[in-house]
């Protein structure tokens, strides 16, 4: 009996440690796994390092430029005889752009022919330009803005006319060859009839003999015997300020001169200021008006009243060089005065240039 209860004693006592031991394993901590507050530090704070992603895409194509023509491989049109009037002094051939939907990288064989007036008191100039067909599908810009389809020189264009009054032609023309080729003229001082015949003319060269003529230096404006005139009187009661003047023998520079006559006013009446603009006559250009002649030079009159009163223009063409006279004057007197307008020697224009008035001149 003693030794059953020894033994019930100590199964007992095993079971007691057993529980205990359970317990200190399942009961929770009071001093770890409780969340604390803490205070941030001020000392440099470590983030995280994202982990870098590699990602494979596939090669951007890179768009080549379409195989193009040399521009000097091209039998390009050009007239079978030397257009009238005028010196051939450009002649290039060239790639151009050829600007598609989404890039500018095609370009254009293109050849180019521009003349220019043979004679200084005649404003002329011919332009003929070539471009190959496009290869991006984009329709060439067109400078015709009121074109009207026609025929010249044997070829359905599309032309407009800007003439002037008096006549200076200006005319534009675009077609297409049947190769596709466009070709864009500009031609001033040309009449139709005159134009026509250098359309009809254009035939193409081969590449070697392109353009066919001799490329020649272009006619310098220069001020010389044909180029100075100015007003070789003042009227009565009129004096002279010189605004700008060129030296004899300077080129390509103008107005060759700007001179203003000016009658001082009274009490009973306002003075009068005529200025006058003197440029090469290959730069004339000319407001509409009444035709009215110059000492046998036609000419465009044209007189307005407004407000400030009667204001007056003169526009014409004499010897190398265009005239210019405008004034608080009526059409009559600026007649008057534009008459007076001639040749001057090189020992007056050189005495002009002495008394150049920087400060353009007011009427009292």
Same mark, same amino acid.
């Given at each position: 009996m003693k030794s059953a209860a020894r033994v019930l004693m100590l199964l007992l006592a095993l079971s007691a440690c057993g529980d205990s031991k359970r317990e200190a394993e399942t009961a929770p901590s009071s001093t770890s796994h409780q969340p604390t507050a803490r205070a941030p530090s001020t000392a440099s704070t470590q983030t995280a390092t994202p982990a870098r992603v590699t990602q494979i895409t596939e090669p951007v194509a890179v768009e080549s430029p379409p195989t193009t023509a040399s521009p000097e491989s091209i039998n390009w049109l050009a007239p079978s005889m030397p257009p009238p009037g005028v010196l051939l002094i450009e002649a290039v051939r060239q790639l151009v752009g050829d600007c598609g939907p989404a890039s500018c990288v095609a370009t254009l064989p293109s050849a180019s022919l521009l003349y220019d007036t043979d004679d200084l008191a005649h404003r002329r100039s011919l332009s003929i330009v070539q471009t190959a067909p496009s290869v991006t599908g984009i329709a060439p810009l +067109?400078? /015709?803005?009121? *074109? $009207?389809?026609?025929?010249? *020189?044997?070829?359905?264009?599309?032309?407009?006319?800007? +003439?002037?009054?008096?006549?200076?032609? !200006? /005319?534009?023309? =675009?077609?297409? =060859?049947?190769? *596709? !080729?466009?070709?864009?003229?500009?031609?001033?001082?040309? +009449?139709?009839? =005159?134009? &026509?015949?250098?359309?009809?003319?254009?035939?193409?060269?081969?590449? +070697? $003999?392109?353009?066919?003529?001799?490329? $020649?230096?272009?006619?310098?404006?220069?001020? &010389?015997?044909n180029s100075r005139y100015g007003p070789t009187v003042v009227p009565d009661g009129w004096t002279h300020f010189v605004l700008q003047i060129q030296p004899t023998g300077s080129c390509e520079t103008w107005p060759f001169l700007a001179i203003s006559l000016v009658q001082p006013g009274t009490d009973l009446a306002p003075g009068k200021l005529v200025t006058i603009v003197v440029t090469p006559a290959t730069e004339a250009s000319y407001a509409s008006g009444e035709i009215v002649s110059i000492n046998g030079n036609k000419a465009t009159m044209s007189e307005t009243v407004g407000p400030q009163g009667i204001t007056s223009q003169i526009d014409f063409t004499i010897a190398a060089v265009a005239i210019n006279a405008h004034g608080n004057v009526d059409a009559n007197t600026l007649q008057q005065i534009a008459s007076t307008i001639g040749p001057i020697d090189d020992a007056q224009w050189a005495q002009l240039g002495a008394t150049t008035n920087l400060s353009p001149p007011t009427t009292p």
């Open positions: +067109s400078d /015709i803005t009121n *074109g $009207q389809e026609t025929i010249l *020189g044997n070829r359905n264009v599309v032309a407009e006319d800007y +003439s002037r009054t008096p006549p200076i032609p !200006t /005319i534009l023309a =675009e077609w297409r =060859e049947p190769n *596709g !080729t466009t070709v864009r003229v500009r031609a001033i001082g040309y +009449s139709w009839p =005159e134009l &026509d015949a250098v359309v009809t003319g254009l035939t193409p060269l081969p590449a +070697s $003999q392109w353009p066919g003529h001799e490329v $020649q230096d272009r006619l310098g404006r220069c001020v &010389d015997a």
